[in-house]
């Protein structure tokens, strides 16, 4: 059996006319007749009633439709598989800071793995500097890294995670509307340094204290500077998904404090010019929801 008829048959039913499924199909009004025609021999059944211009479906081509529209739907998704597997290798190889393996991609890659489900996937956690060499480089397929720009890369931001400052179950700060500047240098601070400038921002909103800051530990690991705080040692400034179960569970407690409103980690997805397109966007897609979900 021809999917073009079927294909005919379906259009024609679904805009009404036979002029009008022709003009959609980008053929003329005689061919998609022929077609229709073709499929009536074949089915050994008429198809439509014909009245002057207007045409309505037989009892037979009512039973046929839902069969018609099935066989069709499953022709265009059978197209979509097979042209994923064109443009897609069988193995897709990440790279990704530290922040996102633990935070962000736990989250996405199942939801991928629905959506292109031939393909395997291999992870390397780095720095940014060495995913942007390794993109660069084809030992990876696509990278989320921080905010950069390069010439030869496809580069879109995922998502951009707020940092706010967090206190333990039971802190003085709990509760309060905001609190100043002054206020946390009264406290022990864990503070976390990976040397980006959104980092630089929260070391230079303490300049303007009246005394140091009271920086007891100093840690290069998100999950090693919020451990400490749930240990009760001091307080942090933290990016909000590495916070977010704690905050769930009422373990951590984000505090408001306006001078950090506007600070956050930006993540950008990279890969090279005119390639993975189709799963770094659909990849983008989901990084992006992700984020608005915490957010909101």
Same mark, same amino acid.
């Given at each position: ?5 079927? #294909? ?7 805009? /009404? ?14 061919? =998609?007749? *022929? ?10 059944? %008429?198809?439509? #009633?014909?009245? @002057? ?30 042209k994923? !597997?064109?443009?897609?290798?069988n ?17 996405i +890659?199942?939801?991928? !793995?629905?959506?292109?489900?031939? =393909?395997?996937?291999k ?13 660069? &480089?084809? #030992? ?29 179950? @039971? ?11 002054? $206020?946390i240098g $009264?406290?022990?601070?864990v503070?976390?340094?990976? /040397? ?28 090693t *500077?919020?451990? +400490? =705080?749930?240990? %009760?040692? @001091? ?7 590495? *916070?977010?179960?704690? =905050? ?10 306006p $001078?950090? #409103? /506007? ?7 990279i890969?090279?010019? /005119?390639?993975n &397109? ?10 992006? @929801?992700i ?6």
């Open positions: 059996m021809n999917i073009e008829n079927i #294909e005919a048959f379906v259009y024609v039913i679904h805009y /009404g006319s036979f002029n009008k499924a022709a003009d959609v199909l980008f053929l003329s009004q005689p061919s =998609v007749t *022929a077609r229709i025609q073709s499929l009536e021999r074949e089915l050994d059944c %008429r198809l439509f #009633e014909r009245i @002057g211009k207007q045409i309505s479906l037989t009892d037979d081509g009512k039973k046929f439709l839902p069969y018609a529209q099935q066989l069709l739907q499953t022709f265009q998704k059978s197209k979509i598989q097979l994923q !597997k064109r443009t897609l290798p193995e897709l190889r990440l790279g990704c800071t530290v922040s996102v393996s633990n935070y962000i991609i736990p989250n +890659l199942p939801e991928l !793995k629905q959506k292109f489900p031939d =393909v395997n996937y992870l390397t956690t780095a720095p940014s500097e060495e995913i942007i060499n390794k993109v660069l &480089g084809r #030992e990876l397929d696509v990278g989320f890294v921080r905010n950069i720009s390069h010439p030869n890369l496809l580069s879109a931001t995922a998502y951009e995670d707020p940092i706010r400052l967090y206190v333990y179950e @039971g802190h003085p700060f709990i509760g309060k509307e905001t609190v100043s500047i002054d $206020e $009264e406290y022990p601070l503070f976390f340094e990976c /040397g980006s400038l959104d980092w630089m921002r929260i070391h230079r909103l303490f300049a303007s204290m009246s005394q140091p800051p009271n920086i007891e530990y100093q840690t290069d690991t998100l999950e *500077a919020k451990k +400490l =705080v749930l240990q %009760r040692v @001091g307080i942090a400034f933290l990016p909000s998904l590495c *916070a977010q179960q704690e =905050v769930r569970e009422k373990k951590l407690f984000p505090i408001p404090f $001078e950090t #409103e /506007g600070i956050s980690l930006q993540t950008n997805m890969a090279l010019n /005119g390639e &397109g189709l799963f770094f966007n659909r990849a983008l897609e989901l990084c992006r @929801g984020a608005q979900t915490i957010s909101g």
